[in-house]
């Protein structure tokens, strides 16, 4: 992995640097203009953010059923990931909300389950750094439970009423708008490649961390 790492910095840091000028040459929307752009990054910060949560449950579940340390490692850095790019998604989605709704925040179905879930990270790590004797294994079940709750934000939108756009339309953009359709996939990629970065370095500290905890303890047992 540490061979990979340097060519996916740098297709990441390259992706990024290009994508302005791909958003830039995508058309307005007819009645958002400028503001619509926005779309570009927020809908690519959640893609990142659920691959973040998706990580974090399913390395939980095999830290809190197998005991395997590596699995928790994975699942604290999934956590920090989710709380990243999920309070990227809010702040652009606020920004974008502002212009299309008239108003920084309303709580529709999406968006407040969508807190509520980045609220259930932040108490994951809360959950570790304060939570005493078996911190790790209580908060692996957050993780899963964080995770399970990610169908129901999808969905939510097409099973209640809400101002919050339908799933449908990301899908149809690929019919009616093909160079948004490109920009949006373009930016999804680009987070996806910065969380695997970030991921890879999150993991990586937290292996030096358990080197560093596993010298220090054999250091106590020495007579």
């Given amino acids: 992995m540490r061979k990979l790492f340097a060519p996916l910095l740098v297709l990441t840091a390259v992706m990024f640097a290009y994508a302005p000028v791909v958003i830039a040459n995508t058309r307005y929307e007819s009645t958002m203009f400028l503001v619509q752009k926005i779309f570009y990054f927020h809908f690519a910060s959640w893609m990142a953010w659920a691959a973040a949560i998706g990580v974090c449950g399913i390395a939980s579940a095999v830290y809190l059923f197998r005991a395997d340390p590596r699995g928790d490692r994975l699942a604290v850095a999934g956590a920090e990931l989710a709380i990243l790019f999920g309070a990227f998604g809010l702040v652009t989605g606020s920004l ?11 709580w529709d179905a999406r ?12 108490g994951y790590l809360l959950v570790r750094k304060y939570g005493g004797p078996g911190a790790e294994k209580l908060a692996a079940g957050m993780g899963i439970f964080g995770a399970a709750t990610t169908p129901f934000i999808y969905k939510s939108v097409d099973w209640w009423r809400t101002i919050h756009p339908q799933t449908s339309v990301v899908r149809n953009l690929g019919e009616t708008a093909p160079d948004m359709y490109g920009a949006m996939l373009f930016c999804t990629v680009a987070f996806l490649l910065l969380f695997a970065s970030l991921l890879t370095v999150r993991v990586h500290l937290e292996s030096r961390r358990a080197e560093l905890d596993r010298l220090y303890l054999a250091l106590e047992d020495q007579p």
Avoid: H, N, P, S
């Fill in 96 to 106: 974008w909300g502002r212009k299309a709704w008239g108003v920084w925040w309303q």
């Fill in 111 to 122: 968006l407040t389950m969508a807190l509520m879930a980045e609220l259930i990270f932040v």
